[in-house]
């Protein structure tokens, strides 16, 4: 596709449910990156891959958030137990192994 | 109307105004700093990047100034537009992470 793709852009869980948070990134690119924004705040980076290769996962929170992408393409972000404090919008973004990192619309995600 | 020194979180100016966004950056070792702009409900967007070797880089109506001594970057905005309002961020690198800076939203009336 011609940018990062985001799936699902919306999504409302209760509190204790697992989710599951999809990202296309854009053709080729090697890099892709989740982040972590909460309502008035600047993205927080959650985790880092290149190609299928979890580089990076510094940020993430707790043991409850799990990453992946298999096939060094499409990646999937799950929470597991969702808590309140999980509700934010959650930012995909790719780029070559060095440059410009292009980002999704990102999944805003609602813990009830 | 611009605004300088300290970072504000907001910035209000009229259609045609130069617009000056603030930030402080916290890692003296940081070579890379972005500047991103984030419209409701969509992603942060590329705007202008800088690496510390340099001071200054300009872009289409863009300009931004880095200050190493005090770790301070700024955003300047030629002829703010109405389709400028957004929230714009700094980021610096961290190793593969980009760390954002707090976001100063700029609002422009006509």
């Known amino acids: 596709g011609a940018g990062v793709s985001q799936s699902p852009r919306y999504k409302v869980a209760k509190r204790g449910q697992d989710v599951a948070l999809r990202c296309d990134p854009i053709?080729?690119?090697?890099?892709l990156f989740w982040y972590q924004q909460a309502l008035g705040q600047g993205p927080e980076f959650l985790t880092y891959f290149q190609n299928e290769a979890q580089l990076d996962k510094s940020g993430l929170p707790s043991d409850r958030f799990f990453a992946e992408r298999p096939e060094g393409s499409v990646s999937t972000l799950k929470i597991q137990r969702t808590q309140q404090e999980d509700s934010a919008v959650y930012l995909c973004?790719?780029?070559?192994?060095?440059?410009?990192?292009?980002f999704g619309q990102g999944t805003r995600l609602t813990v009830v | 109307g611009e605004s300088v020194g300290l970072h504000l979180p907001t910035l209000s100016v009229q259609e045609g105004d130069n617009s000056i966004i603030n930030c402080a950056y916290s890692?003296?070792?940081?070579?890379?700093f972005i500047w991103y702009k984030q419209e409701s409900g969509k992603g942060p967007q590329f705007i202008i990047d800088?690496?510390?070797?340099?001071d200054k880089r300009q872009g289409q109506r863009v300009t931004v100034l880095l200050n190493k001594t005090v770790k301070h970057l700024s955003l300047q905005i030629a002829a703010t537009q109405p389709g400028d309002s957004a929230v714009y961020f700094c980021a610096e690198t961290e190793g593969t992470a980009l760390i954002f800076g707090k976001g100063t939203t700029l609002s422009v009336s006509s």
């Open positions: 890692n003296s070792a940081s070579d890379y």
């Open positions: 800088i690496r510390s070797n340099m």
């Open positions: 973004a790719s780029s070559q192994v060095t440059g410009e990192a292009f």
């Open positions: 053709s080729g690119h090697v890099s």
